[in-house]
């Protein structure tokens, strides 16, 4: 065989190599980073703790700490152009353990008499303190962006329902009248908390997230109670581990 056949038959394997790899590499899908890339339309679910206080200045002394769960459900394929771009998911979370501490202050229960120059007041009661409660959003509204690769930013509107162990917050007052200690100076046990925030995912594995947000919070008990002193607004940090199916 001469020389010149030889190079002929190693430039045609080469080429044929090369074609065939070229093709191979084309048929082959891209390495998927985190679970919001993939063609499906995901679920998460996850635990969750938060954690943060009061902003406003009669509340600032207030502190929330609780626990719960986190489940979702990506809705649509990426939609919007630039930053913008990314895919809307709906989410709830239920938050078993909530607690809230607060001051302590005195008050009492007072009731009109006949004179009405003359109110009957008990003797002076400590309330406030720390509540227990459950705390469920059933309104999670949240965009998730395009991100780079493991790190997925996020932003939400949300809706949620507040249930303490006594009537939150505490209300009255050590000066004592019918304005702040009648009979109908109570809050309510049942209280809203419309909200928003932002957050971002790290992905650890395609299908698995560590997931840190911050949340402003107002928590009112829309005059479900005689009185309805409520959080105007509180910041919220968490943290959660997620799982992506």
């Not at 009669?58 to 630039?82: Q, Y």
């Not at 925030?197 to 479900?224: E, M, T």
């Amino acid at each position: 065989m001469s020389l010149s056949l030889n190079v002929r038959i190693w430039v045609a394997a080469l080429a044929m190599a090369a074609a065939t790899t070229g093709a191979a590499n084309a048929q082959a899908p891209a390495a998927v980073t985190n679970a919001l890339e993939s063609k499906q339309l995901p679920w998460e679910i996850g635990g969750i703790v938060q954690g943060g206080k009061g902003v406003t200045d009669n509340r600032d002394d207030f502190k929330f700490i609780m626990a719960g769960i986190h489940a979702g459900k990506v809705l649509t394929d990426p939609h919007g152009s630039g930053f913008l771009n990314g895919r809307f998911e709906y989410a709830v979370e239920v938050f078993p353990f909530w607690q809230s501490y607060t001051p302590t202050f005195q008050r009492a229960n007072c009731v009109p008499t006949s004179n009405p120059a003359v109110i009957s007041c008990s003797p002076l009661f400590t309330t406030g303190g720390t509540y227990t409660g459950a705390s469920v959003t059933p309104i999670i509204l949240r965009w998730n962006f395009k991100g780079t690769g493991k790190l997925v930013p996020w932003v939400q509107a949300a809706g949620g329902l507040l249930w303490t162990n006594h009537k939150y917050p505490g209300f009255g007052s050590p000066i004592l009248n019918l304005g702040n200690d009648g009979p109908n100076t109570e809050a309510s046990v049942f209280n809203f908390t419309p909200q928003g925030g932002i957050g971002l995912h790290y992905f650890i594995k395609p299908n698995r997230s560590i997931d840190f947000g911050a949340n402003a919070v107002h928590i009112s008990s829309a005059s479900l109670g005689d009185k309805n002193p409520g959080v105007n607004a509180s910041v919220q940090f968490n943290v959660g581990y997620t799982f992506w199916k």
